[in-house]
């Protein structure tokens, strides 16, 4: 059992409260500040590596990437931003990136992942059965492949996916992008209970959440909620942050 698997599994709460934010935007300091600020109420940080063409994002994102990517933003200078600060010392981090920055030179970049303490990896273009192909050397390096698994996948997809997947398999609630939704998706609730049955591995919502209720509505069926567009969205906009962060972390406990 690995060290995300064993704390989501063990966790003294309703649900795990996992932010995500986009490496580097609003800038790499502000994002030091608000994560060490908020430390003990991260269960675990997803980071986004900035990337050109991110498929599986709606347009909140799409936009916080490619700000992200004028200002410079990338794999290597956010890998020497956490090896010079306390985050993942304080922190939990999954890296959600797409392969192609990670393809050449995978053995040495992995390296670097772990040793600045990175936990595991969400990697939204890797097929499944690449996925298989590689876990190994993932594993050779002690990074978590985590896989998603959403109301699409086909029964015997879905079994693979089960079996071989890591921490926790990561829910994809809808058929789309990223994205707040003001009502969680039946479909997405339906397919949630189903997996519930099937296997005992954690299971982490993302895609859609925006509010406290939506949370709540959750309490039972899953063991975690990713949240990213909806802070993204907040960013964006300039407002303040804390109040709003503060709103959804205190849904999930």
Not at 11 to 30: C, E, N, S
Not at 42 to 53: A, M, N, R, T, V
């Amino acid at each position: 059992m690995s060290n995300l698997q064993y704390k989501i599994i063990n966790r003294k709460k309703k649900l795990v409260f996992v932010p995500f934010f986009v490496a580097g935007f609003p800038d790499f300091k502000f994002l030091e500040n608000f994560i060490i600020k908020n430390k003990d109420k991260i269960d675990i940080l997803e980071l986004g590596i900035p990337f050109s063409d991110p498929v599986a994002d709606g347009p909140v994102l799409q936009e916080i990437n490619y700000r992200a990517i004028l200002n410079g933003v990338s794999l290597e200078n956010t890998l020497n931003w956490l090896k010079d600060t306390e985050i993942p010392k304080v922190v939990d981090i999954v890296f959600l990136l797409y392969f192609n920055l990670l393809y050449d030179r995978l053995e040495e970049k992995l390296q670097k992942i772990k040793d600045i303490g990175v936990k595991g990896l969400v990697i939204p273009d890797l097929p499944l059965e690449e996925s298989e192909a590689l876990l190994p050397i993932f594993d050779k390096y002690g990074l978590d492949l985590v896989l998603f698994i959403s109301p699409t996948t086909r029964k015997e997809r879905r079994e693979k996916i089960i079996k071989i997947a890591g921490s926790f398999l990561y829910f994809v609630s809808v058929k789309g992008v990223t994205g707040e939704r003001d009502e969680l998706p039946q479909e997405g609730i339906n397919f949630a209970r189903e997996v519930r049955m099937e296997t005992d591995k954690p299971l982490i919502w993302g895609f859609g959440i925006r509010n406290k209720s939506q949370i709540e509505n959750l309490y039972g069926m899953v063991d975690g909620v990713i949240v990213g567009s909806a802070f993204g969205r907040k960013l964006l906009e300039g407002q303040d942050l804390q109040i709003y962060f503060d709103e959804l972390y205190e849904a999930t406990l």
